[in-house]
């Protein structure tokens, strides 16, 4: 078998007009909830595309972590590479793939940071681990080895020894407020059923797009 000939057949379901939504937040959280049910793993894991000052793409995996009608919000720390591209140029593109039903979301927009109060709350929930790792980590810089890193924990583990580690100043929430949002169902012979949203005033208008 060769990488060329590799392929798998779609035909779980369609996306039709009359069955989506007509507001795009309310598909999104309909094929969350399904995706959900469905066991689908990692199932808030987005792929986050953003531009450096020089034009060149990069991408990586984040966690959507809230959504609603004014948007959709994943945390990281400030000076990493994406919250240094994204102070630059706050235009962004994230996908979400759940090949368990077939399906992936596409959406464009702009981001803003969300209020520092915003992220305290979200902070606050996450397990000790993983807040004293958000000291830790001075996340896309250089580091001589992984004992470096391993000794910055130690540090912060014995900074917070007797006290809840609070929200690091360099690390918070950013919004994705959508502008375009593309609803994609796998179907047979590769004529996939794909659904625009373009956002146009306090309204969308859709649109179905060739596959």
Known sequence: ??????RHEYGRTELSEQS???DPIEQFSRWFDEATAAGA???NAMSLATVSPGGQPSNRIVLLKEFDPSGFVFYTNYPSRKGSELQVNPLVCALLFWPELERQVRIEG????VPAEQSDRYFAQRPLETRLGAWASPQSEVMADRAELEARLAQARARFS????ARPPHWGGYRIAPSRIEFWQGRASRLHDRLLYVREGDGWRRSRLAP
């Open 110 to 113: 702009s981001v803003s940071r």
């Open 162 to 165: 007797q006290a809840e580690p």
């Open 20 to 22: 989506a939504a007509h």
């Open 1 to 6: 078998m060769t990488i060329s000939n590799l």
């Open 41 to 43: 793993r990692e199932v």
